[in-house]
Nanobody
């Protein structure tokens, strides 16, 4: 059974940084595309950043481009999301998700991912 566990969330002041981790168990991340998504109260879940398994190609939403960096460490079976210059609008529950890669293009949309973690809260406030 695929299991993903997020960690690293918390309360941070505007302009601060956090690094989220997504650790996988019972499967190896090498063959999976991984995405970070977030959901704020009253809003739909949205794609923040995704990374492919084949060539490590990355995607960032316009709202986080230049501030967030996604990376994967297959040896540790973990994917990270480094978040810098955080803004109050970044406040949300952040989820990581995985989908087995067949080598075809995958969009960074929640409906394209199959396995989900439980989420970690990120609050940006002074």
């Amino acid at each position: 059974q695929v299991q993903l566990v997020e960690s690293g969330g918390g309360l941070v002041q505007p302009g601060g940084s956090l690094r989220l981790s997504c650790a996988a168990s019972r499967f190896t991340l090498d063959y999976y595309d991984i995405g970070w998504f977030r959901q704020a109260p009253g809003k739909e879940r949205e794609g923040v950043s995704c990374i492919t398994s084949t060539d490590g190609s990355t995607y960032y939403s316009d709202s986080v481009e230049g501030r967030f960096t996604i990376s994967r460490d297959n040896a540790k079976n973990t994917v990270y999301l480094q978040m810098n210059s955080l803004k109050p609008d970044d406040t949300a529950v952040y989820y990581c998700a995985a989908a087995f890669s067949y080598g075809s293009k995958r969009y960074c949309r929640p409906r394209d991912y199959d396995y989900w973690g439980q989420g970690t809260q990120v609050t940006v406030s002074s």
